[in-house]
């Protein structure tokens, strides 16, 4: 579910989980933590590129394997989610996501905490996580705001539009807009650049910009816990498995 490969200094970590738009399973969430782990330790290594294989980057999380039942196993849920996030956000290598097509949810989740995005101008984002009855997770309260600011961060996390890669350049949601299918070779030039700057500053400077974020993860874990027990999560499930429109009653 996870490939690994390396470009000189460069780890180049791809989504491969294609029958499902790489959709962020358990099994690949673990994989991407201990892969993670180990390249924090790794002197030799400059930088991080993640991509997914196929044409998109990530559908999200994998909806049919979201059954929690009670609040402490969604508490659990979240363990190997938070660590991965923190692995990306406080890791010391500056780590770059290479998007193509479909990068929602969870999936956009784990773009923004990459600190470059790079995308190929068919790609498209959306956080829909209201669309199953559930508040945005993957850090992306933490993230979200602080990419594009609280008032649009806002509009896509209440509303759940999908907006196109110009529009994502447009409020800061990328760095960089590339032709389709070259974002992955745009994301190794870039990288290759780190491989020369000094490691401390960046490593430092993602420790400053980190704060906040265990706060914002306690906050996720918790509500998150509470939202799958409802029947409005329920019945955004079952809708999006039975290709319906949710009826939602707020309970």
């Given at each position: 579910?996870?490939?690994?490969s390396?470009?000189?200094?460069?780890?180049?970590?791809?989504?491969?989980?294609?029958?499902r738009?790489n959709a962020l399973?358990?099994?690949?969430r673990?994989?991407?933590?201990?892969?993670?782990?180990?390249?924090?330790?790794?002197?030799t290594?400059r930088?991080?590129?993640?991509?997914?294989?196929g044409?998109h980057?990530?559908?999200?999380g994998?909806?049919?394997g979201?059954?929690?039942?009670d609040?402490?196993?969604?508490?659990?849920?979240?363990?190997?989610?938070?660590k991965?996030?923190?692995?990306?956000i406080?890791?010391?290598?500056p780590?770059i996501?290479?998007?193509e097509?479909?990068?929602?949810g969870?999936?956009?989740?784990?773009?923004?905490c990459c600190?470059t995005?790079?995308?190929?101008?068919?790609?498209?984002?959306m956080?829909?996580f209201?669309?199953?009855g559930?508040?945005?997770d993957?850090?992306?309260?933490?993230?979200?705001?602080r990419r594009?600011?609280?008032?649009?961060?806002?509009?896509?996390l209440?509303?759940?539009t999908?907006?196109?890669?110009?529009?994502?350049?447009?409020?800061?949601?990328?760095?960089?807009i590339?032709?389709?299918?070259?974002?992955?070779?745009?994301?190794?030039?870039?990288?290759?650049?780190?491989?020369?700057?000094?490691?401390?500053?960046?490593a430092?400077?993602?420790?400053?910009?980190?704060q906040?974020?265990a706060?914002?993860?306690?906050?996720?874990?918790?509500?998150?816990s509470?939202m799958f027990?409802?029947?409005?999560?329920?019945?955004?499930?079952?809708?999006?498995?039975?290709?319906?429109?949710?009826?939602?009653?707020?309970?």
């Open positions: 579910m996870l490939q690994e390396r470009d000189g200094a460069t780890a180049i970590l791809t989504l491969d989980y294609p029958e738009r399973a358990v099994p690949m673990e994989k991407i933590v201990a892969t993670m782990e180990r390249l924090e330790s790794d002197p290594l930088a991080i590129v993640l991509t997914g294989s044409a980057f990530s559908a999200g994998d909806i049919s979201m059954n929690v039942t609040f402490a196993a969604g508490r659990e849920r979240f363990r190997t989610t938070h991965l996030v923190k692995l990306f406080e890791s010391s290598k780590i996501s290479a998007v097509g479909w990068c929602v969870a999936g956009m989740g784990l773009a923004l600190d995005i790079i995308a190929a101008a068919d790609a498209r984002f956080a829909g209201g669309k199953i559930l508040v945005a993957f850090g992306l309260l933490h993230t979200l705001p594009i600011g609280e008032g649009r961060a806002r509009q896509m209440i509303h759940g999908m907006i196109d890669a110009y529009r994502a350049e447009q409020i800061g949601l990328i760095d960089q590339t032709p389709p299918g070259t974002a992955l070779q745009t994301a190794l030039t870039l990288a290759t650049t780190l491989a020369t700057a000094a490691p401390l500053p960046i430092m400077t993602k420790s400053y910009l980190a906040g974020l706060d914002a993860l306690e906050w996720e874990r918790n509500t998150q509470m027990l409802t029947a409005d999560h329920a019945e955004g499930k079952a809708a999006f498995l039975g290709k319906r429109a949710p009826e939602f009653k707020g309970k």
